[in-house]
C-alpha cells in the first residue's frame, strides 16, 4: 500500500491496483500485530503522505524512549535510551499494524484495492503475442502490458486495471516474484513444480510468537511497578527464549517471545494443529514459559500471553533474505520490481523490516518521478523506466548489503561487551535521506 501511495503521490502514476489475499478490510485494526518505525521510515512516509500522515501516525502509536533489558535475579534493568528524536527530529514509535494499513489504505482510492484474491497467482505473461517475449530479452517495449497468471498460464483478473505495465512484487517472505526474478522465468512450465521461493531464505532457528493484547504497561504494576515507566519498551533475552514488549497507542500493548527452535528436528509451534488451533499454541507457549529455570523473572511476559485472546497470535519461523551483489531487484525484462521482504527480508532483530519496506516505495517512486523531470520525451519513455528501476536495484541492493554488514558487526561488538553497538548501527539506519 505504501508503494502504491508512493507510484500515485510522487510519480503521479493514477492507474495502481493492490491485490491483497487477505480478506481482512481496512476497517480491521487488530489484523496483525505491531511494528516499530524509525526516523528512516518516517522520512520516507513523509515524502508519501506529507505531514499529515506523520501526525496521525504519532497519534496512533506510542513514542518509545528507551528500552529497559530485563536481567535475571530482579536485578536493576540496563536502560538503552533512544536519542533519535534530538538527533533526527524523529522519534521511534510503535504502532499496530492493522491501524498503519488503515492509514496507508485511506491514501488510495477505495476501488484500487482488492480483498481475498491474488492467492493462486504464480508469475506472468505478456499480453501481446506478437511482442518478442524471450526471458533474457531487455528491451521489451513499454506499452506492452502484461497479466497477473496462474499455474496453467491463465489470467487473474486484478479488479479495476486488466492488465499493466509494471508488477511490484511486494509479497512477503515468500514471495512468488522474488522466484520470478531470481530465476529469470516469467510463469513456471506446465506440468513442473515452481521452485520454492524459500531456496533464498536463511533459517535463523527460532519461531516468533507475537500479537497485540488491549491493555497497558502500567496494568502489570502487580508483577512489579516498573512496567509503569512512561515510553519505556521491555526486553529480556536468553538464547532458549528471549521477550519482548511495549506500548502500541493508548490502551495497547504489543509483545513477542522468540523461541530456540531447530527445524531439522521438527518445528512444534509451526505444526499443523498449532497453526490451526490458537487456543493450543497459546498453552503451549505458557507451558514453555512457565517451564523455564526463571520462570519467575517471566511473569510479566505470562501476564501478557495469559490476557491475550489466542485468534490474535501470529506465528511465523525467523527467515531472512540474505542479498548479495549479484542480486537484482527487477526482472530482466523490467517487468516486475521487488519491494519491502519480498526483496529483503530482515531479520526481526533488527526491527527495520517495516522501515526498509517504505524506504523501498519512497525510493522507487521519487527515481520514477525523476527520470520524467529530466526527460519527457515520450520516445524515450522506455529507457528512462529502465534506467529508474535499474537504479532503484542497486540502490537498495547496496543499502540492504551494508545493512547485513553493519549489523554483524553490532552483533560482534556486543558479544565483545561493546555498549556502543546498537548505537552505531542505529545512526548510520536513521541518517538515510530520500
Known amino acids: 500500500m505504501a508503494t502504491a501511495a508512493a ?36 522520512k520516507a512516509l513523509e515524502v508519501i503522505g506529507g505531514t499529515e500522515l506523520i501526525d496521525k501516525i504519532y497519534e496512533a502509536g506510542s513514542i518509545l524512549e528507551e528500552t529497559l533489558i ?42 484500487s484495492i482488492s480483498f481475498g484474491t491474488g492467492s493462486d497467482i504464480v508469475g506472468y505473461s505478456f499480453l501481446n503475442d506478437d511482442n518478442d517475449k524471450d526471458n533474457n530479452n531487455t528491451d521489451v517495449d513499454v506499452d ?57 531464505l536463511k533459517d535463523n532457528k527460532r519461531v516468533n510468537i507475537k500479537a497485540v493484547v488491549p491493555m497497558e504497561l502500567k496494568d502489570l504494576g502487580n508483577v512489579n511497578s516498573i512496567f509503569s515507566k512512561e515510553g519505556a519498551a521491555f526486553a529480556q533475552f536468553d538464547q532458549q527464549v528471549a521477550n519482548f514488549a511495549g506500548p502500541a497507542g493508548k490502551g495497547y500493548t504489543y509483545w513477542a517471545v522468540s523461541v530456540a527452535d531447530d527445524k531439522e528436528s521438527g518445528s ?10 490458537k487456543g493450543a499454541s497459546k498453552k503451549m507457549l505458557l507451558e ?34 540474505s542479498v548479495k551483489e549479484q542480486d537484482s531487484f527487477v526482472s530482466n525484462d523490467g517487468r516486475v520490481v521487488l519491494v519491502g521482504d519480498a526483496a529483503h527480508a530482515m531479520n526481526p532483530a533488527y526491527g527495520q523490516s517495516a522501515s526498509f519496506a517504505f524506504e523501498d516505495a519512497a525510493t522507487l517512486a521519487l527515481l520514477l518521478k525523476g527520470k520524467q523531470n529530466n526527460n519527457n520525451d515520450n520516445d524515450n519513455n522506455s529507457n528512462d523506466v529502465a534506467e ?5 536495484s ?8 551494508e545493512m547485513q554488514r553493519r549489523s554483524q558487526e553490532r552483533a560482534t561488538k556486543s558479544m565483545r561487551g561493546d555498549k556502543n553497538a546498537t548505537e552505531d548501527v542505529s545512526k548510520w539506519i536513521y541518517a538515510w535521506e530520500p
Not at 178 to 199: A, W
Not at 306 to 312: F, K, L, V, Y
Not at 394 to 401: H, K, L, P, Y
Request: hydrophobic share 40%; proline share 5%; charged share 25%.
Open 7 to 42: 507510484l500515485r503521490n510522487i510519480a503521479n502514476i493514477d492507474a495502481v491496483h493492490v491485490v491483497e489475499s487477505m480478506c481482512d478490510t481496512l476497517t480491521n485494526e487488530s489484523a496483525g500485530a505491531a511494528m516499530q518505525l524509525g526516523p528512516n521510515a518516517f
Open 70 to 111: 530485563l536481567l535475571p535475579g530482579g536485578a536493576p534493568p540496563a536502560s538503552i535510551p533512544f536519542t533519535a528524536k534530538a538527533e533526527t527530529g524523529y522519534p521511534i514509535i510503535l504502532i499496530r499494524w492493522g491501524v498503519l494499513r488503515k492509514l496507508l489504505g485511506e491514501l488510495l482510492p477505495e476501488d
Open 144 to 200: 506492452v502490458d502484461v497479466e497477473s497468471v496462474d499455474k496453467e498460464g491463465k489470467k487473474i483478473c486484478v479488479g479495476s486495471l486488466s492488465s499493466s505495465q509494471l508488477i511490484v512484487g511486494a509479497d512477503g517472505l515468500n514471495s512468488v516474484f522474488r522466484e520470478r526474478v531470481q530465476t529469470k522465468t516469467t510463469i513456471p512450465e506446465k506440468d513442473c513444480e515452481p521452485v520454492s521461493s524459500t531456496f533464498s
Open 268 to 277: 512444534k509451534f509451526l505444526s499443523t494443529e498449532l497453526m490451526n488451533d
Open 288 to 321: 514453555k514459559l512457565e517451564a523455564s529455570s526463571s520462570s519467575s523473572d517471566r511473569e510479566w511476559i505470562i501476564s501478557l500471553v495469559e490476557r491475550t485472546d489466542p485468534s490474535t497470535i501470529l506465528i511465523n519461523r525467523s527467515q531472512e533474505a
Open 388 to 392: 529508474a528501476l535499474q537504479e532503484y
Open 394 to 401: 542497486d540502490n537498495r541492493v547496496r543499502r540492504c548489503m
